[in-house]
């Protein structure tokens, strides 16, 4: 089993651009949330996945969207990015129970 | 989101017990107490959740206060595997169904050789 996979590992954008982040969840997971980390700062929850709708959201504007896939994986798009967005995005996935990570994506805006 | 807090920083020596506390007062009486901790370069990590008994597993041992406004992170002995931030997080289920974790700024935990 690969665990929570994340791609791409890095990515450079400039202010402006939209960008899109993909995860691929733990073998049997049907869930998938998104998290944004700044740095020194714990994961902000951005918004969860379930059934390809999104079911809960966190205090993020519009410009952060998603979607599911029948085979439960999932994308971040992030439109009209602003310096304030360079982060590391990490993808959670889980089935009723606890929360498994994966590496996350570093965007660096610019 | 209820409020935990942590110490910023704590520091132990290899192969000593760590014990890393957390204060949750505002605690409802649906809400678990989770665990995770981030090592360097990586995605946090699940280490243990409880509601109200103590709890133990292969990684670690989790101690809830009988008034559950405190619990703590017992790590028997720590080694230097160990030196990462450890998140202690309130999640309750919503009325969808979704438990999500709400992350403070955790203690980072220094273990010295």
């Known amino acids: 089993d690969a665990g929570v996979t994340q791609s791409p590992t890095h990515l450079i954008k400039t202010r402006g651009q939209q960008v899109t982040l993909r995860c691929s969840p733990k073998s049997g997971h049907d869930t998938v949330s998104w998290y944004q980390q700044a740095l020194g700062q714990g994961p902000q929850f951005i918004f969860q996945?379930?059934?390809?709708?999104?079911?809960q959201r966190g205090n993020f504007p519009d410009r952060f969207s998603g979607h599911q896939f029948p085979n439960y994986s999932s994308e971040l798009n992030v439109n009209a990015l602003l310096l304030g967005d360079s982060a590391l995005y990490l993808c959670?996935?889980?089935?009723?129970?606890?929360?498994?990570f994966g590496p996350g994506t570093r965007l660096t805006v610019t | 989101d209820a409020k935990t807090t942590q110490p910023n920083s704590m520091e132990s020596n290899e192969e000593e017990p760590v014990h890393l506390p957390c204060n949750h007062s505002t605690i409802s009486g649906t809400d678990y107490i989770h665990w995770y901790r981030q090592l360097p370069s990586q995605g946090p990590e699940y280490v243990i959740h409880?509601?109200?008994s103590n709890v133990n597993n292969r990684m670690a041992s989790l101690a809830i206060a009988e008034d559950r406004k405190s619990s703590t992170l017992i790590l028997h002995r720590a080694t230097l595997r160990d030196a990462a931030v450890y998140y202690c997080i309130l999640s309750r289920a919503d009325q969808t169904g979704a438990n999500n974790l709400f992350f403070g700024t955790g203690t980072r935990l220094t273990v010295i050789p």
């Open positions: 409880g509601l109200t």
């Open positions: 996945y379930y059934e390809e709708e999104e079911r």
């Open positions: 959670a996935s889980s089935f009723e129970g606890e929360q498994y």
